[in-house]
């Protein structure tokens, strides 16, 4: 057993792994968060959110944590991954189900902090987060797959009390009784042995779950509390955002079509050598995977990450930190981590929210292109002034 001990800003971290199926510092660094419900984080180095990775590392945990998932699962199967941090990871590990299992019938969709019109949603809880409000939306073709589906796959990057899985599993089994099974993919699970016993259980269905690393940990809050943050949601129901119905949050039964073209169009503007960030924003992150990885195809030096409303102290895993205006527009204060303006030659923004002026900030900050992600095929770039 490795134990690991932090002694952060905001208290002490104890962790001891059980198992790993890779190195330990290659899968997390350890950071302090501006949340007095939780004080520390496990910064995950290959999800793409708040550390910058190749798309080859992201592609090895998409396929290690689909080939967990049990052959067995009766189908059609429910993916869902939640908002913010893991949707582009739970949208990678579908994807990777399906090449593995091509006459497999599934669905996948993420949660999301915003609401998408007037698409019919369900709503659960991330009672430790700064933004616990979590809606599920389902188009009338998702809505029926999943009033059929028998095994229900859910998708985070972490677990540590799995009390947010239980939630979504409550709302779901409410709704869809025919739920036979139900698998939990994560990056770390650091529930402990006793607690993934008892999962069955806990959650009335049987349940297996699938971890690149395994282990517990314990923290001791500091003598004085963590910083508070601002903030991280100011949901209102009838305010437009412009998050997109097109990319997976309303339900999709299928990969996304890769952005080819523009892939071949921008590697020849980069030349030999050059390094090149492509960033996400916020909830918009697996299309950004999906340009690095035909850019990294294409031989060319690329990592990618996403923008995030995570409030993260500067101390560990976190080296720079760009503040950034809210691209949703509810002013909500954003972070980008890990990149420091002037760092890469080629910075190439991608978004599913109308150009706007925090966009252009952002832009501006960190000398990026913009481009609007209308459709999979369908990509404009905004100029920047």
């Avoid at 932090?6 to 350890?30: N, S």
């Avoid at 259980?201 to 690393?213: D, K, Q, V, Y």
């Avoid at 903030?231 to 305010?239: L, T, V």
Wanted: proline share 6%; net charge neutral.
């Amino acid at each position: 057993m490795n134990v690991v001990k932090q002694q952060m800003p905001t208290g002490e971290l104890t962790l001891k792994v059980d198992e790993a199926r890779f190195p330990l510092d290659w899968l997390i660094g350890f950071a302090a968060r501006a949340n007095a419900k939780r004080g520390f984080l496990f910064l995950s180095k290959v999800l793409g959110k708040h550390w910058p990775v190749t798309p080859r590392a992201m592609q090895t945990i998409h396929d290690d944590l689909a080939a967990q998932i049990p052959p067995s699962l009766p189908g059609p199967v429910v993916f869902i991954a939640m908002a913010e941090t893991a949707v582009g990871l739970g949208q990678g590990v579908f994807e990777a189900w399906l090449r593995a299992n091509p006459n497999g019938k599934a669905l996948f969709l993420h949660s999301s902090r915003y609401r998408v019109g007037s698409v019919p949603f369900f709503e659960f809880e991330e009672s430790h987060s700064h933004a616990p409000r979590q809606f599920l939306h389902l188009s009338d073709a998702a809505s029926a797959l999943f009033s059929t589906a028998r095994s229900l796959v859910l998708i985070d990057d972490e677990a540590s009390t799995g009390n947010t899985f239980a939630n979504l599993v409550q709302v779901c089994r409410a709704r869809y009784p025919q739920l036979e099974k139900l698998h939990l993919g994560v990056i770390t699970n650091f529930m402990g042995q006793a607690a993934n016993a008892g999962l069955s259980e806990r959650f009335g269905l049987p349940t297996s779950i699938g971890a690149a690393l395994s282990g517990h940990y314990a923290f001791q809050a500091g003598a004085a509390p963590a910083p508070v943050a601002a903030s991280a949601q100011r949901f209102e129901a009838n305010a437009e955002r412009g998050a997109s119905p097109a990319f997976g949050r309303i339900g999709v039964g299928r990969a996304l079509t890769p952005p080819q073209g523009l892939a071949v169009q921008l590697a020849q503007e980069i030349g030999a050598g050059d390094s090149v960030l492509v960033l996400g924003t916020g909830e918009f992150m697996h299309p950004s995977f999906l340009l690095a990885r035909e850019l990294e195809a294409l031989g060319k030096n690329v990592v990618v990450q996403s923008t995030t409303r995570s409030p993260i102290l500067s101390w560990g895993s976190v080296s720079h930190i760009v503040n950034c205006d809210d691209n949703y527009g509810e002013g909500i204060a954003n972070y980008l981590y890990n990149v420091a303006p002037g760092q890469y030659q080629h910075v190439f923004i991608c978004h599913e929210t109308p150009a706007s002026p925090a966009l252009m900030q952002l832009a501006g900050q960190l000398n990026g292109r913009l481009f609007h992600f209308q459709s999979e095929t369908k990509i404009e770039e905004i100029p920047v002034c």
